[in-house]
Each structure stands twice: as C-alpha cells, then as structure tokens.
Nanobody, 124 residues
Framework: QVQLVESGGGLVQTGGSLRLSCAAS????????MAWFRQAPGKERDLVAA????????HYADSVKDRFILSRDNGKNTVYLQMNSLKPEDTANYYC?????????????????WGQGTQVTVSS
C-alpha cells in the first residue's frame, strides 16, 4: 500500500510559477513510476507528466512541454512538478499517482495509487 500526499498548490497570476510536491509512504517508492494528472471542473482527468522509477525517462503532455519539469528524489520518497509560465488553462486540481509496474502510462487506469489532489488556480 502506498499513500500519496500532494502539496504546493495555490493561486498564482498568469506567467507565474508553482512547485508541486508529492510525498509517498512506503519503502518501495523507488520502484514505482510516478505521474501528475489534472482535472478541471466538468472535464476528464488528464495526464500532465510521468516519470519512470529511475527518473531517467519522462513524458509530458504537449500542453505543458517546455513549461513544466517533473523530477523525483527517491531518497526523500518525493516527486516534484515545477510549473513555469502558468496560464489560466492550467487551472485544475492536480493529482499525484503511482504505478507499481513502472510504466509511463498515459491513462488513469495505469496507476494504482492516488493522492487527494491539490488545487492550482491561475488568474488572468
């Protein structure tokens, strides 16, 4: 069982930055692929970025490429999402997810464990 706790969300102006953190319980965090998804009201939960257990491979949604950076610190059981040049369309609830099979899945079904989410609001 893995528990995920997100933090770092908040209100920011267009063009600003935020860094989200996801702290995981359990000693086998380093074996899991991790991802961030986001969900706006009335919309589906979509992948933002994913990273393999080693951190060597990442995948980003086209809408956040060159603006967001996903990284992980296996020594701290934490994954980070650095979000730069934020836009109003980035406004959503952001969820951390873990995949024990260490894939870079793009769909919600690829991930077994989920956090409660952290709200990001970008004002225009």
């Amino acid at each position: 069982q893995v528990q995920l706790v997100e933090s770092g969300g908040g209100l920011v102006q267009t063009g600003g930055s935020l860094r989200l953190s996801c702290a995981a319980s359990g000693r086998i965090f380093s074996r899991y692929a991790m991802a961030w998804f986001r969900q706006a009201p009335g919309k589906e939960r979509d992948l933002v970025a994913a990273i393999t257990s080693s951190g060597r491979t990442t995948h980003y949604a086209d809408s956040v490429k060159d603006r967001f950076i996903l990284s992980r610190d296996n020594g701290k059981n934490t994954v980070y999402l650095q979000m730069n040049s934020l836009k109003p369309e980035d406004t959503a609830n952001y969820y951390c997810a873990a995949d024990p099979r260490d894939r870079l899945g793009v769909g919600v079904r690829s991930y077994d464990y989920w956090g409660q989410g952290t709200q990001v609001t970008v004002s225009s």
